[in-house]
Every structure is written in structure tokens, then in C-alpha cells.
């Protein structure tokens, strides 16, 4: 005799468990009318888990064998034979597809419409894989030692304790990640990116909030459409980009490009800089490597490291000053344009750099050059509006 397939007694076994659980009244609270229904799920070859739902979902991994869910429903209703109308309507279904197994909720429109669904789903932490798809609610995930996928049409996302790597996309709402053991995919219409940990390279975008990472184990990309952006490590390199807020890399392993239409940008340690700012200062220290600074409207100001290689550099203001800090080892060739002119533009700690006045009588751009250590990568420095500070480093 054919055995059934394993969707089809599933499937029998959750329709006859919630006929047993429909049964029950719909109970009163806080002005609505609430259902719990339980169930299990069945864990026989199971490697990938799928949740497909409407309303904010709970996702925890544990070191049990078994997989299970609790749906609590929520309506308005004028009394208790409504809501048993409307409760009796939901629609839960699991099984396996495409070598997924799945559980997938769909409640009446007045469920979804209203205080909505919330759906709790254990399951073992082993599992290769894990997704989650809500039309609208919030999503929270940890303790999964595979990777993790999440998708939200507009709620907060918050995962932890993810063994593999994650990818997480909500279409309105904020994002916070605890640890997450490989790559990290975050996407948000418009809410904050928050990062505690991440063992791979990180692509973080949001269309209107702020960017935090504290750890990265590989490069960083980070953009948003107005917010800040703080990366506190990244053994990578880092990409950050706003169009409108300050920018801080505290340290990275390669190279920072950092781009702001209305903020400033800060770097505290880097292996090569390219950074450009429209309405704010720029900030680099212990720097080394090639240096690209550029900002429209601000001051720059970069320390460079004593024994660390600098490339050919270029730091350029349209309006402030630009001081550079130099060890007194550093092999150096200067060459150093104020187009405002005039004494005092261009002050130098080094001999070997002098500043002087060019153009007819001494009239035009404030000109200084000189070769520190024998000379060495070319700095180039551009100011107008401001002075060009060589400092020595002590």
C-alpha cells in the first residue's frame, strides 16, 4: 500500500488539532478578543526551516530535537460569537516544499487589519537554514546556528546568536544585530542599523537613519540617506557614505572611503584615506598609506604615523585651514598651494619647507615645497580661505 505523503499528514495533524483548539471560546482582553493555538512541527529530515506569516514572529533555536509554534490571535468584535466567527477563520498550514519545511499562517483580513497575530516558532539550533517572511511586523530571531533570513513590509528586526551569515530587509523599521557568525546583509526603508558583531564583511543600507557597527571581521559598506555613521572596528576595509550626517571610522584594517553631503568625517586609524565632505570638517589620525581628503566647506586636519609608509597624497579645503601633523623621520616630498595669498598662509615647523609669497610683487598664492628625510611619497596640499599648517610631531 502507497504511504501518504508527509505534507498531506501534516497537514491532516494540524487541521484536526486546531478543530480541537477552535473549540475553545475566544477570551477578553485589553478591549479585544484573543485565541492561542499551539502546535508541533514535524522535524523528520528537516535541515531548513521557512515561516511564512502576517504580524510579528519569534524565532528561537534550541538544543531540543523538536520544532513547535504559538499563534496568539487578536480581533475587535461586538461579543464572543463574532470573534469565534472570525477566529475560527485562520489558516495554518505546514509541510515541506522545494526541501524546505514550512509553517504558513494566513489570518482573516480583521485579524490582519487589527491588533494583528503574533506567531512563536521553536525549533532545533542545528538547522542549515532559517527565512522568515512577515507582511508586517516586527521579527525577532536567536540562537540558530545556520544561516538566517529575514523579511518584514515594515517592523523592527532584532536577531542574535546567528551561527552563519544573515541577510535582513525591512521595508520601514529599525534594525539591531547582536552576533552573527559570517556575512551581514541589512537593508531598512527608513530606519537605524545597529551592529554588535559580525565575523564577515557587513552591506548595511538604510533610506533615512543611523549606521553603528562596533565589530567587523571583514570589509564594511555602509550607506544611509541621512544619519550618521559610526564604524568602531573592521578588520576590512570601510565604505561609508550619507548625504547627511558626521561619518566615524575609529579603526580599519584597509582602506576608508568616506563621502557626506552635510556633516563631518572623522577617521582614528587607517591603512589609506579617500574622503569627501560638503558642509563639514575633516578629521585623520594615525593615518598612513595614500591620503585623499577633500572638503567644500571645512577645515582638515590629519596626523600621519612614524614608521608606516605614506602614499601620494592630497588634501584639498575650499574654505578652512589644513594642518598636517609629521613625524620628524618621515620621508616626505611637500608641496603646499594657499590661493589666498599673503604672509602667514602657509606656517612650517621644518626648515626644509619654506614659505614664500609668488605672482608679480609678491602678489598670489602662498607657495611652500621642500623634501623632509632625503623626500620621499608627494603630499599635496590645497587651501583657500584659511591657513596650511606643517606642524613637527612630537
Known amino acids: 500500500m502507497r504511504k501518504p505523503a ?8 494540524v487541521a484536526a ?20 493555538v499551539q502546535g508541533s512541527i514535524n522535524t523528520s529530515g528537516m535541515e531548513r526551516l521557512r515561516v511564512v506569516t502576517t504580524g510579528s514572529v519569534r ?17 475587535r468584535a461586538t461579543d464572543a460569537r463574532e470573534a469565534q466567527r472570525l477566529l475560527d477563520q485562520v489558516n495554518v498550514k505546514t509541510g515541506t516544499e522545494g526541501g524546505w519545511t514550512y509553517i504558513r499562517i494566513t489570518p482573516p483580513r480583521r485579524v490582519s487589519s487589527g491588533a494583528g497575530l503574533d506567531l512563536t516558532v521553536t525549533g532545533p539550533r542545528t538547522l542549515r537554514d532559517v527565512r522568515v517572511e512577515t507582511l508586517g511586523g516586527d521579527v525577532e530571531a536567536s540562537g540558530w546556528d545556520g544561516g538566517f533570513e529575514a523579511r518584514s513590509a515594515g517592523g523592527r528586526v532584532a536577531i542574535d546568536g546567528i551561527g552563519g ?15 552573527v557568525g559570517g556575512d551581514l546583509r541589512c537593508s531598512s526603508g527608513g530606519g537605524g542599523i545597529r551592529v554588535q558583531k559580525a565575523g564577515g564583511a557587513m552591506w548595511l543600507e538604510t533610506g533615512g537613519g543611523e549606521i553603528v557597527v562596533h565589530e567587523a571581521g571583514g570589509d564594511v559598506h555602509a550607506e544611509t540617506g541621512g544619519g550618521n555613521i559610526r564604524i ?10 550619507t548625504a547627511g550626517g558626521l561619518i566615524q571610522v ?18 582614528d586609524s587607517a ?7 560638503a558642509g563639514g570638517a575633516i578629521r585623520l589620525r594615525n593615518v598612513s598609506g595614500a591620503l585623499h581628503a577633500s572638503a567644500n566647506s571645512g577645515s582638515i586636519l590629519a596626523q600621519l604615523v612614524a614608521n608606516q609608509p605614506l602614499g601620494n597624497s592630497l588634501l584639498s579645503t575650499n574654505a578652512g585651514d589644513i594642518t598636517v601633523f609629521i613625524p620628524s623621520n618621515l620621508a616626505l616630498t611637500i608641496q603646499a598651494t594657499n590661493e589666498t595669498g599673503g604672509p602667514g598662509r602657509i606656517v612650517s615647523d621644518f626648515a626644509q ?8 610683487a609678491g602678489v598670489g598664492p602662498a607657495v611652500a615645497q621642500g623634501e623632509l628625510n632625503g623626500g620621499g611619497p608627494l603630499l599635496r596640499l590645497n587651501a583657500m580661505g584659511g591657513t596650511i599648517y606643517l606642524r613637527r610631531q612630537r
Open 271 to 277: 591603512k589609506g584615506v579617500r574622503c569627501e565632505s
Open 17 to 36: 488539532l486546531l478543530a480541537a483548539q477552535n473549540d475553545a471560546p475566544p477570551v477578553r482582553e485589553n478591549g479585544y478578543w484573543t485565541r492561542t
Open 250 to 267: 575609529q579603526q580599519a584594517g584597509g582602506m576608508v572611503t568616506a563621502e557626506t553631503s552635510g556633516g563631518a568625517i572623522q577617521v
Open 353 to 360: 619647507v619654506r614659505p614664500q609669497n609668488g605672482g608679480l
Open 6 to 13: 508527509l505534507s498531506f499528514v501534516l497537514a491532516a495533524a
Open 59 to 75: 524565532l528561537h533555536g534550541t538544543g531540543d530535537s523538536q520544532a513547535s509554534y504559538v499563534i496568539k490571535l487578536r480581533v
Open 165 to 179: 551569515s544573515s541577510e535582513v530587509r525591512t521595508a520601514g523599521g529599525d534594525i539591531q544585530v547582536g552576533t
Open 232 to 241: 568602531d572596528r573592521a578588520v576590512g576595509t570601510v565604505l561609508a557614505r
